[in-house]
């Protein structure tokens, strides 16, 4: 644990330096059509995809070199598929299918292929191979989507429109089951939202409630560190680099230890390439995946851009570099940064800094470990970065909420659950390790939700006093308590929405998000009026303060000075830099990232038996 700290005994002012992205339109394509074998120059969505016995319509997208005819080839059987549409056939360029599959009543597993031949090429390609479940998992789609059903009828926050829904448990399966139902209803929009304007499923509704498979073993969240296979790369944003066809991912942030930091990525650092192939408009979102959901044992050859300090212009270089990126385990805590800003000089100030992924108990003790070296180092001042927390259990919400609030207010209520049958229920500060402060400043964002807005709530209930720096936060005033489910020897995680939340002070109207009180970016359509126009996002690793910008002005509200005009602090060998400009960025539309369960939610883990269906 002792890679989780940095201690900056003397530290600079440095005004955040972005990377310049040059203007292009939309339009653009992002790069050449060259001549290929089939005619087929890049292929935007999955090339293999796995359904369930019940069917559904699976929409694939390409770029083609000219004119192009669709087919499909049957592994066994006829007809019992068709493309329903089809766009951009008649020409060079993107074009799409979309095909419909049958619910699969031969009890056998199938194969669809989607294969396309362009005008003038003689090879064929296949672009889709949809492989289709014969039936053995219909007992279990069953047995779940039976106990959903009952448990929503009785316990859903929205029960009495869900009561009135015609369900059948034989129509879906379990995985698609929520979406089905709840996604149509009118009265439960506080179970969801609406993704971003820079998302590809930009405008499209999503619900909060799930169920997911935890494996073949009980894996309800504790305190006992979990081990997963990928990259240990987290979020992207996705945008136009200054020659107008390539477009970069700047990593968002690293886990500690994970293949990606052994490989020497950081946050902030924008990869172009991947194996040779250079990103653009065409296959960026195609690699955006493949890295976030690699699996182990995979290579990449990562080309990237970072920005590189030049001591004697007091400015920074962006210089290209080449890593071998190898996936394999690593444990995902959430706890991405922790350091000390300390004035060892005058010692006015020590302050500690966290950057908090998510409140996953799996990871309860790394959260404590960082908070008692906060304590134990007697910090006078917190700055919490949750601009990337999503939420997650309830429980370690209160625990670290109760160590700002400190002892005094042990016994006040924390949050208040509100649940449609009128069976509400307080959750007060209890015991925590006090820190003993007198206010903190919140780092948060769009993606802060659930548990870490009940933090927010929570303090401000109690009128501890809460700054908030970024944009606005997703704004989850509901919760979910966790159901386990065993079906034959797997477990399942099911977490529908069940309650509402309100602090001390009978507040809890925040399902459109809480304002900051210094708003850095606003996330509307234009740059120009942002004072970090990238935020939540950075072209540098958290403690750089030329590029962590959110943290710079917190810093700045610690010491009482003006971060437009005052230097707060100095690091050894720089001079207080000035932000001259505002940068020309054009950003793309980035793949929505799923995060691991226990992660996102206010998730209340208060069963402690498994109900067994089988």
């Known amino acids: 644990m002792k890679n989780l700290f940095n201690s900056f005994y003397s530290i600079v002012l440095l005004a955040l330096c972005l990377i310049t992205f040059s203007n292009c339109s939309d339009s653009d394509d992002g790069g050449d059509v060259g001549d290929t074998d089939n005619g087929i120059t890049a292929i935007g969505t999955e090339t293999e995809k796995t359904i369930s016995i019940y069917g559904e319509t699976v929409e694939i997208s390409f770029t083609a070199s000219g004119k192009w005819t669709p087919s499909l080839q049957y592994s066994t059987g006829t007809d019992w598929a068709a493309i329903t549409n089809t766009s951009g056939n008649s020409a060079a ?36 191979t949809i492989t289709q479940g014969g039936g053995s998992g219909a007992a279990e789609d069953l047995a779940l989507n039976e106990y959903m059903d009952k448990y929503l009828k009785e316990h859903y926050l929205f029960k009495e429109e869900y009561n009135t829904l015609d369900v059948d448990y034989a129509s879906v399966s379990y995985d ?13 929009i506080e179970d969801g939202g609406t993704y971003r304007a820079f998302s590809v499923n930009a405008g499209k509704r999503y619900i909060y409630s799930y169920i997911m498979e935890t494996g073949a073993s009980r894996t309800r969240a504790n305190t006992r560190a979990t081990s997963v ?44 390439a991947v194996n040779g192939t250079t990103l653009n408009k065409s296959n960026y979102q195609q690699y955006m995946s493949t890295l976030f959901y690699a699996g182990g044992g995979e290579t990449f050859k990562i080309g990237y851009r970072r920005k590189i300090l030049d001591e004697s212009r007091g400015d920074y270089d962006l210089v290209d570099g080449t890593t071998t990126l190898t996936t394999g385990s690593y444990n995902n805590s959430p706890i991405l940064n922790s350091m000390f800003i300390k004035d060892k000089k005058e010692n006015k100030f020590n302050i500690g800094y966290l950057v908090y992924l998510g409140f996953d108990l799996n990871f309860a003790e790394d959260l404590k470990y960082v908070i008692q070296q906060f304590k134990a180092e007697g910090i006078t001042d917190l700055i919490l970065d949750l601009r990337f927390n999503n939420g997650g259990s309830v429980e370690l919400a209160r625990y670290l909420a109760a160590s700002i609030a400190g002892t005094s207010h042990r016994s006040d209520v924390f949050m208040r659950m509100q649940r449609n049958s009128g069976a509400d229920e307080y959750i007060r500060f209890g015991d925590g390790d006090d820190l003993n402060l007198k206010s903190v400043r919140i780092i948060c964002s769009e993606e802060t939700a659930s548990a870490s807005e009940l933090i927010i709530s929570g303090l401000r209930g109690i009128d501890f006093p809460v700054k908030l720096f970024g944009s606005r936060t997703e704004g989850k005033n509901v919760g979910m308590e966790v159901q386990e489910y065993k079906y034959g020897n797997k477990y399942y995680e099911f977490a529908p929405i069940t309650f509402r939340s309100f602090n001390a002070k009978d507040w809890g109207d925040y399902a459109d998000g809480i304002d900051p009180d210094v708003m850095l970016n606003n996330q509307n359509s234009s740059y120009e009026d942002d004072i970090d126009n990238v935020f939540p996002y950075a ?23 003006d971060p437009t005009t005052g230097e707060p602090v100095k690091r050894s060998g720089r001079a207080g830099l000035t932000r001259s400009s505002k940068d020309e960025i054009i950003r793309v539309p980035s793949v929505p990232l799923k995060r691991p369960a226990g992660t996102f939610g206010s998730l209340i883990y208060n069963k402690p038996e498994v109900e067994n269906l089988y």
């Open 176 to 188: 698609n089951f929520l979406s089905t139902y709840l996604l149509p209803m009118k009265t439960n």
């Open 93 to 128: 360029g993107k074009g799409g299918v979309k095909v419909k599959i049958n619910k699969n009543e031969s009890g056998k597993e199938r194969v669809l292929t989607v294969v396309v031949q362009v005008e003038g090429y003689k090879t064929p390609v296949t672009v889709c």
């Open 539 to 561: 072209f540098g690793d958290w403690d750089n303060f030329d590029f962590n910008y959110p943290l710079y002005w917190a810093l700045c509200d610690v010491q009482g000075v």
């Open 229 to 272: 296979v990928g990259s240990g790369l987290g979020t992207f944003f996705s945008s136009y680099m200054p020659d107008k066809t390539t477009i970069g991912l700047a990593i968002g942030y690293v886990y500690l230890e994970s293949p990606a930091q052994k490989a020497g990525l950081r946050r902030g650092d924008v990869i172009v």
